[in-house]
């Protein structure tokens, strides 16, 4: 009888020690309406961090063109791009580069930004597409540009 009680206490210690499925599926029902109630939120927040770092990185290499144009007396042609700013000009004693501390790099979707100079908006044009990588779009997928 002794035993019978002893093996009893431990079976119902290792019962109370673990959960059961119906408590499992409850947390995993809540977790997931709580993913599904912040993850929308989060990642429209990442979206606008990229535009957010697209403006910035057009206003960077903007402040840089100007510093160019006041040493060389023009902006870099489309040929010559934003490469240019990094990389001396052949054979031209004003170049006092580098205006960019490294080479351009690509937009937050990976793509090159877009150089033209002379641009159609002005002297020249620097911008993005956005994340659909195709001129026009509204939110995210609006175009980033200098002018």
Not at 10 to 37: C, D, K, P, S, Y
Not at 79 to 93: C, N, S, T
């Amino acid at each position: 009888m002794f035993h019978n009680l002893r093996a009893r206490a431990r079976h119902t210690r290792a019962v109370a020690r673990g959960f059961t499925l119906l408590e499992l599926l409850v947390v995993m029902v809540i977790i997931g309406l709580l993913a599904g109630f912040v993850g929308p939120r989060f990642f429209s927040q990442v979206g606008k961090s990229e535009v957010k770092t697209a403006q910035a990185q057009i206003t960077a290499f903007g402040k840089a063109l100007d510093q160019f144009r006041l040493d060389m007396g023009r902006y870099p042609t489309s040929d010559e791009g934003l490469g240019v700013l990094v990389e001396r000009v052949a054979g031209d004693p004003r170049w006092n580069g580098p205006y960019l501390s490294k080479v351009a790099p690509p937009d937050p979707w990976g793509q090159a930004y877009v150089y033209r100079s002379p641009g159609e908006h002005g002297e020249y044009d620097l911008m993005s597409y956005g994340k659909d990588r195709q001129a026009g779009g509204t939110g995210e997928n609006q175009d980033i540009v200098s002018w």
